[in-house]
């Protein structure tokens, strides 16, 4: 049977397209007989006529991806991209730059190799970033000739 017409009438009655539109295939002779958009409203009423549900795409996978990489996950050298250092934030390379430094200055001073005054001194100079490592302190410090025995 033909219902080409009525499932047209029925999609814009619907305000939907016309792929989904369902019609029950029990019922294909009443529709064939509906002309009007009354009929077809009144199949609409009865269930006879539907309106699919929309497919849509599922966010699950990319929750569940976003979850794994709030964990600190997919990180690994296949996805990365760009320099050594891209994935990493400014304050992220300040933080693993600075830390030791400054653990090496409290044991400097700790230790008595190097008095508070020169600490401090030494504490500001890291803070302004003029030391690019350890060992870089390390290197101005002897040359200023402030180490006491090493």
């Known amino acids: 049977m ?3 017409y009525q499932r047209r009438v029925a999609a814009s009655i619907l305000k939907c397209g016309v792929n989904r539109v369902w019609i029950s295939s029990e019922h294909l002779d009443d529709v064939a007989d509906a002309i009007t958009r009354e009929d077809i409203r009144e199949l609409i009423d009865r269930n006879v006529i539907q309106k699919k549900q ?3 795409v599922s966010r699950g996978r990319a929750r569940h991806i976003a979850a794994q990489k709030k964990k600190g996950r997919r990180k690994g050298p296949g996805s990365r991209k760009g320099k050594k250092l891209a994935g990493t934030s400014k304050k992220e390379k300040w933080m693993t730059l600075i ?3 400054r653990a090496d200055l409290k044991e400097l001073r700790d230790s ?3 008095s508070a ?3 401090r001194i ?3 100079r890291a ?3 003029m030391y690019k490592s350890k060992s870089h302190l ?3 410090i002897r040359s200023d000739g402030h180490l006491k025995e090493e």
């Open 2 to 4: 033909d219902v080409k």
């Open 54 to 56: 929309k497919k849509g």
């Open 99 to 101: 830390r030791p430094i």
């Open 112 to 114: 008595g190799k190097i």
């Open 117 to 119: 005054h020169d600490y």
């Open 122 to 124: 030494y504490y500001r």
């Open 127 to 129: 803070k302004g970033g």
């Open 138 to 140: 390390r290197l101005h």
